[in-house]
């Protein structure tokens, strides 16, 4: 299979290096030089727009930031579905709204095209170890043609239902971890008021049944929520808020999650 692959961030970097490391033909777009430099060791072919990677491409991976950067890669001119040829396969990696992901699944099958959503958690480190979460919703014959490549840079790989069933578990995933960020923060500060320290608490929190990844950053910065702020209040926000609307278009009670997300937030300045 011939993968082209666009999103070359902390991220996306190295997933796309796994699939060129893997043997697979790959092909990469990127509107910054910069971040096509740390190929020019591979085999990977650079091209000047997104529908030249499409028109050498079986399998089109995206993973830019949002749902706007998604829909420009894919549509005018010079985008993927002007030049991908009825067969082929867009997987979107990106965290973007379910609804999104529908809608383009229709205009690709218009065109022949198959569009699967297909999410990541873990990280750069995570995909530079072949160990991400995959979260992928699409028809599954789509699914399973894909998982080799996925493969690559994942593990597990998890099939959840239709197109749009990926983004809304990775959303709900962003949901607990934002909310979580919220208790672990409050659990740890009251600690040292206790007399506790953080390293103490976070020593004895992290092998014990209240453990949580959240937790296990903030306690790695000393209690400080500086360095995840700057990471990922931003994007958190964006998905608290996706989840939010999608739970109000679908008349159901988030309850004490967003709640507690909505204080993660506001922990690191942000309001949805």
């Not at 033909?25 to 997104?50: G, I």
């Not at 396969?89 to 095209?113: F, M, Q």
């Not at 979580?180 to 976070?202: E, F, M, R, Y």
Request: aromatic letters at 4%; one cysteine or more.
């Amino acid at each position: 299979m011939r993968v082209g692959f666009i999103g070359l961030g902390s991220q996306g970097a190295p997933m796309a290096r796994r699939i060129v490391a893997a043997g697979y033909p790959l092909t990469l777009w990127a509107r910054r030089a910069a971040s096509l430099e740390p190929f020019a060791d591979t085999t990977a072919k650079v091209v000047e727009t997104p529908s030249e990677l499409a028109a050498v491409s079986d399998l089109v991976s995206i993973c830019v930031v949002g749902d706007d950067d998604v829909r420009q890669v894919l549509d005018g001119d010079n985008g993927i579905f002007a030049g991908l040829a009825p067969g082929g396969i867009i997987a979107i990696h990106s965290t973007v709204h379910p609804d999104t992901c529908c809608d383009l699944a229709k205009s690709a099958a218009d065109r022949g095209i198959s569009l699967i959503d297909a999410p990541v958690s873990g990280g750069g480190p995570a995909a530079a170890a072949g160990r991400l979460l995959v979260m992928v919703g699409g028809e599954p014959d789509v699914v399973e043609r894909c998982r080799p490549v996925f493969a690559t840079y994942a593990d597990p790989i998890v099939h959840l239902g239709d197109v749009g069933s990926g983004q809304v578990t990775k959303l709900l995933n962003n949901l607990l971890f934002t909310a979580n960020i919220a208790t672990a923060k409050s659990t740890l500060d009251l600690g040292q008021a206790l007399g506790v320290s953080v390293d103490s608490l976070a020593a004895v929190i992290t092998q014990g049944s209240a453990n949580s990844f959240a937790l296990g950053r903030i306690a790695q910065f000393g209690g400080s929520l500086d360095v995840l702020k700057s990471v990922a209040a931003d994007l958190l926000t964006k998905d608290v808020r996706l989840i939010a609307d999608l739970a109000e278009a679908a008349g159901a009670t988030p309850g004490a999650v967003l709640e507690s997300a909505d204080a993660a937030l506001g922990l690191m300045g942000r309001t949805r």
